[in-house]
């Protein structure tokens, strides 16, 4: 006699598009990678190359040394500065103590470094908006002297703030914040400073940009929203806080161990998204294991095609 077959509840799953790694990532951690192929091991690398557990466990496998502080590093291997970017103290250390470093900040971070640098050649007090302590403001305060630069988080501290001339001002920001969160503040700021000058592009990324606007049309119809992401990666929190405002149950996972298959109990709609620093390998871990529980069928939302690529340091293509 044969045995009943166990069924499996349907399941729909929502895959985010775009989702995972974008241009500067991926450019990132191929500077790694090929550092370590055409130098050897250990190649250092100064902070998380990105926030992501899973790519830093396989990079050090590969031969990477993480270190937060150059003091950590011996000067006869290579160095790579991460992705978020560096203050000019680093890169200035590094070359007073003769080290080869490459420079794997993304270059839209760069991008707004160079912001930063004419708005403050123009005279202009900058404020920038952002989270304290993170290594992309970090990296940003530090491109210019001590107090240049204030930071603002909220819309309280964008009315609390008090400038040293209201009509000589402008502002930058962090590019992996929350597009909702950000503009409250730009219009707070706005509402006080008409003046205030602003870059001439957006300076959230393009790849935030796109991935919360996926979020935004998933999380319309789920009823869980998983996001794979490190708890320390920014990109990766802000589309949990965006899925939750869209009105979905969000979760930020790690991986697949990080699911909780009750938290999908009378679920028939789960979304699935990845932050900008994490593989894809991820995202089909979580698929697998949904597999094991469910029948599954799958829609793709695409919110933005996306062809930006970086190149790399001609040191390691050459």
Known sequence: MSQPTTCRP??????????????????????????????????????????????????????????EELSE?????????????????????AKARKMFYLDATCPLVSKVHMEA?????????????????????????????????????????????????????????????????TAEVVAALRARFPAIAASHKEDICYATTNRQDAVKSVAARSDVLLVLGSANSSNSVRLAEVGRRAGAEAHLIDDADGLDLAWLAGAAVVGVTAGAS????????????LAQSFELSFEEIDAARETVTFKLPRVLVS
């Open 10 to 67: 349907p399941l729909t799953v929502l895959l985010a598009s775009p989702r995972g790694f974008c241009a500067g990532v991926d450019r990132a951690i191929q500077i790694v990678e090929r550092a370590i192929e055409k130098y050897g091991a250990p190649v250092y690398v100064r902070h998380e190359i990105v926030h992501n557990r899973h790519v830093v466990d396989r990079l050090k496998a590969l031969g990477a040394v993480f270190v």
């Open 73 to 93: 590093c011996p000067t006869d291997r290579p160095v790579v500065f991460s992705a978020h970017g560096v203050p000019k103290s680093a890169p200035a250390e």
């Open 117 to 181: 640098g004419r708005h403050f050649e123009a005279g202009r007090e900058i404020l920038l908006i952002g989270h304290a302590g993170h290594p992309e403001v970090v990296g940003t305060l530090g491109q210019l002297p001590d107090g240049a630069v204030t930071l603002i988080e909220t819309v309280e501290d964008a009315g609390a703030f008090t400038p040293r001339d209201p009509a000589n001002l402008a502002f930058i920001t962090q590019t992996t914040l929350s597009v909702d969160d």
């Open 278 to 289: 994490a593989p894809e390998v991820l995202v089909q871990g979580v698929i697998d294991r």
